[in-house]
């Protein structure tokens, strides 16, 4: 059994990730940590907690950073609905929510599964650094981070700098330090959106997703228009979903497209945030990150339909909506 922490701002297309991470036979989710980015943390930390609760998981959230090391921005607008979670009427109980902060949680589990231990890195950074602040040598021993941010040759919120890595490009700098010792596989805006999620994708999952395949339909909505109104695209990139798929399942990515380099990143200026990785090895730097740039859309939404809903689903996806 896989052993996973979240770092994560719900977010729809966290939900869509962490979901899908607790929907997987051989995957246990060990905990949540929040942190403040598409929201602030009061509101990442209850979605969490509804998620647990939505998916009757049992494991608990750990409150992290309400304020990035290098603070630009508040929060991501509307592109996640009012709330983070596109509105859906979601409870929670408060008794998920541990009083043990995100930094300590991380370190605490580390210790206890040294090289064990895996991140699903979905958010700012944050905690991860402050964790490697804390106890850089606890930290070398996670077993691996896959993070979803950056981008070889783009940006979303500047023309070169992606969201999460914008958000806290300090704390981003001070965790891919720790890519000489951890294997940290970054899931850049390159192969995300090259895995447009299509609202006939969408709209298949409501028809045959039973009530949960309702509930993301519904949630998904206001991100869905965002995508329209930014990018024009019909359809959406669900980043995190396909940082959670590659962390399961590399293959939805070939191998010879998956870039061990050296990473550095800008944390001034109007380059904030951005990722330059030197995939051509010009600095004969110390290789810090794994980057995949190419990607199989069919196998990566196959896969997210096959997990959540079951093979039977797949199978109709492979039939009506892929051939
Ligand atoms: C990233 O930023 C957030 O808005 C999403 O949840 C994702 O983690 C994409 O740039
Ligand atoms: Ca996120």
């Not at 309400?66 to 109980?93: C, E, F, N, Q, R």
């Not at 039973?210 to 990018?231: C, H, N, R, T």
């Amino acid at each position: 059994m896989r052993k996973i922490i979240f770092d994560t701002d719900p977010g729809i297309d966290d939900a869509y990730a962490i979901i899908t991470a607790m929907k997987h036979p051989d995957i246990k989710v060990l905990g949540i940590c929040t942190v403040a980015g598409n929201k602030g943390i009061e509101f990442t930390t209850t979605n969490a907690q509804k998620l647990i609760k939505l998916m009757n998981y049992d494991c608990q959230v750990y409150k992290g950073a309400k304020d990035s090391l290098l603070k630009v921005a508040d929060d991501a607008g509307a592109t996640h609905g009012i709330d983070g979670l596109g509105g859906v009427p979601l409870v929670y109980d408060k008794s998920s929510l541990s009083s043990i902060s995100a930094v300590d949680y991380i370190l605490n589990t580390v210790k206890e599964n040294p090289n064990e231990i895996e991140i699903i890195a979905i958010g700012p950074v944050t905690n991860i650094a402050l964790a490697i602040r804390k106890d850089k040598e606890t930290m070398k021993k996670i077993k691996a981070i896959y993070t979803m941010g950056g981008g070889v040759y783009r940006g979303n919120i500047t023309p070169v700098a992606e969201f999460n890595y914008w958000y806290d490009a300090q704390a981003t700098k001070e965790m891919f330090e720790l890519g000489v010792d951890v294997p940290i596989h970054m899931i850049g805006l390159d192969i995300t959106h090259k895995s447009i999620v299509t609202n006939n994708d969408l709209e298949f999952m409501k028809m045959t997703g039973g009530e949960l395949g309702q509930l993301l339909y519904d949630m998904i909505l206001p991100y869905v228009e965002a995508y329209w109104k930014f990018s024009k695209y019909t359809g959406c990139v669900i980043h995190d979903l396909l940082c959670m798929i590659y962390a399961i399942d590399q293959t939805v990515c070939p191998k010879e497209a998956i870039y061990h380099s050296h990473l550095e990143v800008s944390t001034t200026g109007i380059t904030i945030g951005q990722t330059v990785v030197d995939i051509v090895d010009s600095w004969k730097q110390p290789k810090n990150v794994y980057v995949p740039l190419k990607v199989d859309e069919n196998k990566y939404k196959e896969l997210f339909f096959k997990i959540v809903f079951g093979e039977e689903v797949a199978e109709m996806y492979r039939k009506y909506v892929l051939s």
